[in-house]
């Protein structure tokens, strides 16, 4: 049997094992497992000559740019596509100093066991946190802060995710983070869960242009296929269908 109660319990996806561990159970199976729009945007089909090619520097600066417009960011600088927001959560941790970060409780599972895996202590108050991880709105019940609580964590250090955020766009605070006097706030966005297209893997860290530089750097030439350059290039600028 290859699936296990851990396996299936930390978040989404992994519906093989679901099926290895409950063989018999009625087919077919409806994965509500993680917050996916069940209405994916109407992907433009990839044209042949692009998948024998490497994705062009140019088409992901294009992407980074229309990004930062949709996000309210004045500086496309300041904004890095990444293979999807899990991603960015495993490899900030890496990055960052370590110390006390300070997690809500419950929240996406991913966050306390990248930063424990660093060597970092997590604890619940802010107060006694070195940095603060917000989820906002937090996964899985939704709770959300207003956007100056957000920004008075961001003076400290704070990491907010905002994987559903397109879900109530007021609590964004994507316009601050990485600009002067919000060097210590860094924004994650996620493409696939409001696009409905999370196969993809297409995320965004939004951090002061030094930070921004040095994920660039880690990520290397080719942080993107080109089909999900082409998806974010067609979906960003298509407010008619995200309204």
Known sequence: MSGSPSSLSGHGGRLAAARARF???PAPWLDLSTGINPRPYPVPPQA????????????????????????????????????GSETAIRLLPKILPRG???????????????????????VADPDEADLCVVVNPNNPDGRSLAPEAVLA???????????????????????FAGAPDHER?????SFGKF?????????????????SRRLR??????????PALAAGLAAYPDGAWAN
């Open 153 to 175: 964590l961001g003076q400290r250090g704070a990491v907010v995710d905002e994987a559903f955020v397109e879900c109530e766009p007021s609590l964004s605070v994507a316009p």
């Open 48 to 83: 042949f000559e692009d998948w024998g090619r490497l994705p062009d520097p140019a088409d992901l600066a294009r992407l980074e740019a229309v990004a930062a417009q949709t996000f309210g960011v004045d500086d496309p600088a300041r904004v890095v596509a990444v293979p």
């Open 100 to 122: 006390r970060v300070s997690l809500p409780v419950p929240t996406y599972s991913s966050h306390p066991l990248a930063w424990r895996r660093v060597g970092s202590e997590v």
């Open 23 to 25: 063989p018999d159970a």
């Open 217 to 226: 750097e880690t990520l290397g030439e080719w942080p993107l296929s080109a």
């Open 195 to 211: 696009y409905g297209l999370a196969g993809l893997r297409l995320g965004f860290v939004i951090a002061r242009p030094a930070l």
């Open 185 to 189: 706030l860094i924004v994650l966005r």
